[in-house]
Structure formats: C-alpha cells, structure tokens
C-alpha cells in the first residue's frame, strides 16, 4: 500500500484546461453573446463535443447524446491523454452496437457549465482570469439553447434521437419541448418533469458541502496549488450523492457491517461501505471541478418543463417526437413514478419501460443491454 505521501494530491481543479491534451475533443465557438434565463449574459462560448461515425449528406442519421452531472464528452472509448475515464457508456456506441457508427452519427457534448472542454466556473472570462465566483447561473434551457447552436454548426437540422437519462434526461426533455421540430425520437432515463423538493434538497446539501469548505474562497480557487482546493468539500458531496445513486438493498449485499480489510471501525478504521465512497470522493477530485458541480446541480434544481408554457401538463403535449420512457426499479433518487407522469403526458410516449436493475439510479448507465434494446427499438420503428 503506498503511503501517504505518494499519493497525488488533488489538483485545486480536475477542470480541462488549455494546453492539456484534446483527446477526442472537438469545440464549437459561440462568438456571440448569450442571453441566460436567469438573467444576465455569457459573451462567449465554448463548447466541447466528441462524435462517432459518419454524417450522413443530409445530417438525417445524427443522433444527440446527454450526459448526467459528472459525465461529460467521453461517452465511448479508453481512458487516456485528455480522458481521465473511459466511455461512461462504453457498450452502447460502436460498430454492430445499439448506436451503430457504421450507420449512425453519434455527438456528446459536454454541458455548458460543465468542466471537460466547455464553458463553465474554470473557463476563463473576457480578462483571462478563471470564471469562478463570477460564473453565472444556467438554467436547463441555456444549456440547451448552446447545444441547438452546436447543431446548426455541425448542420443537423434534425435529431434522429436525443437521448439522456437524469440531468441528461432534463436537456433531451427540453429538447423535445422546445425544439419539437428538431427531435425525430426521444429516450428518456431516470428523469423528471421538473426537480422534487426531494431533488433539491439533496443538490443543495451537496452545494452547501462544497460551498462551506474553507478553501472553497467564493469560487476563487482555480489557481491555488495542488492540495488546496476545495476537495474536500467536493468529495464530501460526491459521497452524500452516491448514497442517493444506489440501493440500499445493493450496498447491504455487497458490505453489509464488514470493516475494510483489516481495518478496526473502532478503533479509527473504516467499514468497506465508507471506503467506497472515500474511493469515489477521491476518485472525483481529480477529474472534476468544484464550482461546475455547484453550478449543474444548481442548473439542475431550476429543472422545471412547465415553467412559462403553462405547467408541465401543456409543455409535455408539445413533444412531437416518438417517444420511449424509462426508470429504474430501485431507483430512489428519481423514482419510476416519476417517469410515469413523463409516459402519461407525452402524446406518442409508448407505456412505461422499467430497467429491472438492484443497483439504483445508476442503472441507466450500469444496464447498458437493457438501454441498448430500449434505442434499437426506437431506431428501428
């Protein structure tokens, strides 16, 4: 085991900076100012995508994928310079796959706010000095107002299908809502109509955590040295946000009351449940921005599909586009009466679909065979 100081510290910022390596990275540049919902503008934006196969001449085989709080471009391939994780969806997208690149052409972009390539809180402003503090607050809509620009500049007029499960989810209903002209078929994971008072108190336990650490500095921390971030605050709410992402009939099958090795939990040592998610805190420090998780999961609490269209009832009867629903049987965070309201609203939504899975909210990145039916299915009808 190695000892303490070998360990990296953690960087004051997991942010994609300039200068790092590309990866699979493309950008689109938005030189134009963008008005924000909540008021106030972003004078210009950056935004990072990755794509699979080829576009067809007519942009009609194009295929919109939305990633959740801390995903980002890299749906499909290995880690390596520029990703830090391989594909969160490795599995789905590929040649012979669901999202077949032989047939398809697949974009992910990364969410503007988001700190993998895009415009967010560790981006530098008009001076050259890090967003931070400053960075403004994004709504769903915005977020999507920047993917449609990205759309246009690539020339896809049309989605054949947009897909997202939660805070993805949220973008590809608002997709669907506001561009029902531009969204063919819709599959939609593990979200909602609008954020839960439930929802929200968890985002915002989650920000106050990141927000109360004293190296936090009102979000002026992008150029502290290693170590003296606000990690700690970051990965205290990654801890408090993976209790919501699992089962609890999951993490007693797997830990149950064991301590972590030969740790003694009386004597200063662990159980094997608190060192998963010390494993994913520290995971996460290095490959995330504080201020972006403040930002998206205070982006996500503003999630409401009925604000100014008349309630969520009228917005949802705006979808046009075939459409698939899908929960998680033992998801929690967001439960399946959720997305029940979300079938029952949409006028061409088939029934309810359930990803039969122990492992929570996280199912719909887990079950990729039972995702990866519920896309062929709408491909192919």
């Not at 190296?215 to 408090?240: Q, S």
């Amino acid at each position: 085991m190695p000892t303490p100081s070998a360990v990296p510290l953690p960087p004051a910022s997991g942010a994609w900076r300039e200068g790092d390596p590309p990866g699979r990275r493309q950008w689109h540049i938005r030189e134009k100012p963008l008005a924000l919902e909540a008021g106030g503008e972003l004078p210009r934006v950056q935004v990072a995508f990755e794509t699979w196969g080829e576009r067809a001449p007519d942009g009609s085989n194009a295929v919109l994928v939305l990633h959740a709080l801390t995903g980002d471009s890299h749906v499909s391939g290995s880690a390596g310079p520029g990703h830090p994780t391989p594909g969160w969806w490795n599995g789905l997208v590929g040649p012979g796959l669901a999202l077949d690149t032989d047939r398809w052409f697949v974009i992910a972009p990364n969410v503007l706010g988001g700190c993998q390539g895009s415009t967010g809180p560790a981006s530098p402003r008009p001076d050259g000095r890090p967003w931070g503090g400053a960075f403004p607050r994004l709504t769903q809509r915005d977020q999507v107002a920047v993917e449609a620009d990205l759309a246009e500049a690539v020339g896809i007029d049309r989605w054949a299908l947009v897909i997202g499960g939660s805070m993805g989810g949220m973008r590809a209903l608002e997709w669907a809502v506001s561009y029902p002209e531009r969204t063919d078929a819709l599959l939609l994971l593990a979200t909602t109509a609008a954020a839960s008072a439930e929802q929200i108190a968890w985002a915002k336990v989650q920000s106050h955590a990141v927000r109360d650490d004293p190296r936090w500095h009102g979000g002026d921390y992008h150029d502290a040295e290693p170590g003296l971030g606000p990690h700690a605050g970051l990965g205290l709410a990654r801890r408090i946000a993976h209790m919501t992402y699992r089962s609890e009939p999951e993490l007693q099958a797997r830990f149950g009351r064991s301590p972590q090795g030969s740790e003694d939990p009386w004597d200063g040592g662990r159980y094997q449940v608190e060192s998963y998610l010390d494993h994913h805190a520290a995971k996460l420090v290095h490959r995330f921005d504080a201020g972006s998780y403040v930002a998206l999961s205070e982006a996500m609490n503003t999630h409401d599909i009925g604000r100014g269209r008349g309630g969520a009832s009228a917005a949802l009867r705006r979808v046009t586009a075939r459409t698939l629903v899908a929960g998680v049987s033992s998801d929690r965070l967001y439960p399946p009466s959720q997305q029940a309201e979300l079938a029952a609203g949409i006028p061409r939504a088939d029934h309810l679909r359930v990803i039969e899975s122990p492992y929570g909210h996280d199912g719909f990145l887990i079950e990729v065979e039972q995702v990866a039916g519920l896309v062929s299915e709408l491909l192919e009808s």
